[in-house]
């Protein structure tokens, strides 16, 4: 997951706390915005909130000696009710005046920046001495948070439905492997959930994720692998790999025919296992094939075959 962090208050950078590709905890300080006019609008605001605190004291004071004499007919009921209003007015001042002040203290915090969440810094385009704004479109930098990392892939239609039932069936596995970019499966699976609702009318495909845990820190943002879902097949014929040809996505194999004579003949797969392929048609269990050295051979040869335990 990648958070973008971005100023809230606008002012010149005065200091950056950590360096591109640092480690940070959630809560850590990044960056700090020269506070000087935020800390100076704090004691303004403070000023006058103890100022307004005073005429709210004074209005209340008023009331207090205008009501006994009031009585006495020395003040009216309009001086009364007048002295009263200037008190609602002064409370009302006063509540301005603290909203202000907690604005004020909130935008002098803003300059401090910590980290929103604990991850790995990226790039961090800006300098010492940059105008910075809430505005800006490039953050500050973006944390990367790697402990839990979601994988994005796609199924065609067809091969979401064969998911779905897979996965209402309680006894198949839909746990995911992940084959990383050098070629090694990763070490722990991942739980498969769906990241959108709708088939994408525009490729025919269904977006899925696969949540993995990364406690090595393996996994990072932008990266790439390849999702492996296994899918449980009950009697089916596995084809070796090195048996294969793939031209142009299309799979043949070498059928060993009479006289050891050989021809090419076109197979489905229905998917594979780390080394073989699962056969959907195209082949019998009776029929023998040419288990190597394909690269080597053409349509008609003749060869000379040899026992091979079967997988």
Known sequence: ?????????????????????????????????????????????KAAYQAALSAEQNAKLEIEKIKPLVEGKVYTELQLKTAEAN???????????????????????????????????????NRIGNLITAADATPLTTLSEIN?????????????IAFIKDQNNKSSNQQATLLLADGTAYNHSGKVELASGNIDRTTGSMALKASFTNPDKILRS???AKVILKKAHENVLLV????????????????????????????????????????????????????????????????????????
């Open 222 to 224: 932008g990266g790439s």
């Open 1 to 45: 997951v990648n958070v973008d962090v971005k100023a809230q208050v606008t002012g010149y950078l005065d200091q950056i706390y950590v360096k591109e590709g640092d480690y940070v905890s959630q809560g850590q300080p990044l960056f700090k915005i020269k506070a000087d006019i935020y800390n100076e609008q704090v004691n303004n605001s």
């Open 148 to 160: 839990t990392v979601n994988v994005y892939f796609s199924l065609s239609e067809a091969d979401f």
């Open 87 to 125: 008190y609602a007015a002064a409370k009302a001042q006063v509540a301005q005046a603290q909203a202000a002040l907690g604005s004020s203290q909130i935008n002098a915090k803003f300059t401090l920046i910590n980290a929103p969440v604990s991850g790995y810094i990226g790039r961090i385009p």
């Open 240 to 311: 070796p790999m090195a048996a294969v040809k793939d031209i142009q996505d299309r799979y043949f194999v070498y059928v060993i025919g009479e006289k050891n004579k050989i021809s090419m003949k076109q197979i489905e797969i229905a998917g594979n296992t780390a080394n073989a392929y699962l056969l959907k048609s195209g082949l019998t269990a009776c029929e023998k094939i040419v288990m190597n050295r394909i690269d080597m051979l053409n349509d008609g040869m003749q060869v000379q075959p040899t026992k091979k335990s079967t997988m």
